[in-house]
């Protein structure tokens, strides 16, 4: 009978690697679960009810009266004589139109390069070239003696070029003090085997919706737009779930 014992740096490891084994057989189940089906949507819900939703803080000025005008037609605040059809409290619909074209070619280069040696001589700290006495002792001269080079070449390139062109309508999920909105929308397009994904959220001014109640998506502040996808090809185009693992724990 042969019986291992591992060390604690291989039980944290052996951990990790049944924990990383676990989850990616959960998400396997519900892969098989789902052959030969087109990749479900998600629900219609609630923004503010998702798990890890938080409430967004801002900082505000402080508060002003409002001010009234007695025997006016006109509202302060309002670009219209009738009511004002743009987005402007909580549960409004407002077209985003998303324009996002960015391109970002970075090159760098380092070299280092560093010697360094270090010699302890101790032969005449114990006084054998002045006492008599130790004549007949062997002193050694040098105790220490070290020697290190170290040489580093680095070189890196980056070449991106995105580009998104796409309206979705977003929520508005909160009304902050000052006036501003946070939005917050989702788009899912399903074609074939693939699910397309547009997440937009982030915080608008009232003054920058358009008569048309469309906003630009470079006027919102605290800007988050994701676009990506969930299927076949996408699941091909993405390292295995072992592969994965391995390069999150391996240190080389």
């Known amino acids: ?10 039980r944290t490891l052996s951990a990790v690697v049944g924990m990383a084994a676990l ?37 505000m000025p402080m508060p002003q009266p409002a001010s009234y ?3 006016s037609l006109w509202r302060n605040g309002s670009r ?8 402007h409290q909580v549960g409004d619909i407002l077209t985003v139109k998303v324009k996002f074209n960015d391109k970002a070619t970075v090159e760098n280069e380092t070299q280092r390069t560093r010697k360094g040696a270090e010699d302890v001589n101790v032969g005449a700290f114990f006084g054998n070239k002045k006492l008599p006495v130790f004549n007949k002792v062997v002193v050694p001269g040098v105790m220490v003696n070290t020697d ?6 680095g070189k890196g390139t980056i070449d991106r070029k995105d580009e998104i062109s796409t309206n979705i309508a977003g929520v508005v999920t909160q009304l902050l003090p000052n006036g501003n909105m946070v939005i917050e929308g989702r788009q899912e397009i399903r074609v074939n085997f693939e699910v397309r994904e547009l997440i937009v959220a982030g915080v608008v001014r009232p003054e920058d ?10 006027k919102i502040a605290q800007a988050r ?28």
Do not use: H, W
Request: with cysteine.
């Open 1 to 10: 009978m042969v019986s291992v014992v591992f060390s604690p740096p291989f």
């Open 23 to 59: 989850l990616s057989g959960c998400a396997a189940f519900d892969r098989v679960a789902t052959l030969g089906q087109q990749p479900p949507l998600s629900p219609i819900e609630n923004p503010t009810t998702v798990a890890g939703y938080r409430p967004v803080q801002m900082p």
């Open 69 to 71: 005008n007695p025997n």
């Open 80 to 87: 219209a004589f009738f009511k004002d059809q743009r987005a």
């Open 148 to 153: 290190s080079t170290a040489t580093s070449d």
């Open 209 to 218: 919706i358009e008569s048309d109640n469309t906003i630009d998506s470079t």
């Open 225 to 252: 737009i994701a676009y990506g996808g969930r299927g076949q090809i996408t699941d091909l185009q993405q390292p295995r779930y072992g592969q994965q693992v391995l390069d999150i724990i391996l240190p080389f």
